[in-house]
């Protein structure tokens, strides 16, 4: 079996570019519609995003994050504290201990690559701090435990992915969180079908 290698900022197979989950819904017309937002409002929803993941990552992986290099990058991550409290109060709380931070998911059969933000061998944990939960993350962690996937290890080894379990915390501003768990078997299937309209669609586009 071949396995996906990285250049050029991207996973490739071969020549074909691996699509990440978040294409693959949108192209899929499952993308969370930010239609009418303003601009200005999602870049900073984005910048702050950014820092509350490199924040979080560096709790589940025991690393120091690095100080803020531009004006921008301190109001960043300024506005994200609450966030960052949050899921360091989760962690706390719940115990929990990634065995995975950002870990790269590869799916042979329906090639398309994952990663989630957090994982242990039995759970799939996606952080959000948004206002509101999508119904769509439900299909993104099911794209993340759906049967063969394979994980890339530290050695650059891939290993069968033994996950199962999605959750998701929500992480809020005032430091609080909330959970929700997902069981509804039909994620997979609706996931399982946006991922094979992707693989396959470029052969019907072709004139």
């Known amino acids: 079996m071949s396995w996906p290698t990285y250049h050029d900022r991207h996973w490739w197979l071969g020549d074909w570019q691996l699509p990440g989950v978040t294409r693959v819904l949108k192209a899929a017309g499952l993308g969370v519609d930010y239609t009418g937002v303003d601009p200005d409002v999602l870049e900073h929803a984005r910048q702050r995003g950014v820092y509350v993941d490199a924040a979080c990552d560096a709790l589940d992986t025991n690393t120091p994050l690095p100080p ?3 004006p ?7 506005r994200a504290a609450g966030y960052v409290t949050a899921w360091r109060d989760y962690r706390a709380a719940t115990g929990w201990t990634p065995r995975y931070a950002q870990g790269v998911l590869y799916h042979p059969e329906l090639r398309y690559l994952g990663i989630p933000d ?4 039995v759970t799939v944990i996606d952080r959000k701090a948004t206002a509101k939960i999508a119904r769509t993350y439900a299909l993104q962690l099911a794209a993340y435990t759906l049967d063969g996937l394979y994980a890339r290890q530290p050695d650059g080894t891939w290993q069968p992915w033994t996950a199962t379990q999605r959750r998701v ?3 809020k501003k005032d430091g609080t969180y909330g959970v929700r768990d997902y ?6 299937a609706v996931w399982t079908a946006a991922a094979t309209v992707a693989l396959h669609a470029p052969r019907y586009q072709k004139g």
């Open 169 to 171: 915390v929500h992480l």
């Open 118 to 121: 957090s994982a242990d061998a």
């Open 183 to 188: 069981d509804d078997p039909t994620d997979f």
């Open 72 to 78: 921008e990058q301190a109001e960043a991550r300024a």
């Open 68 to 70: 803020p290099a531009t």
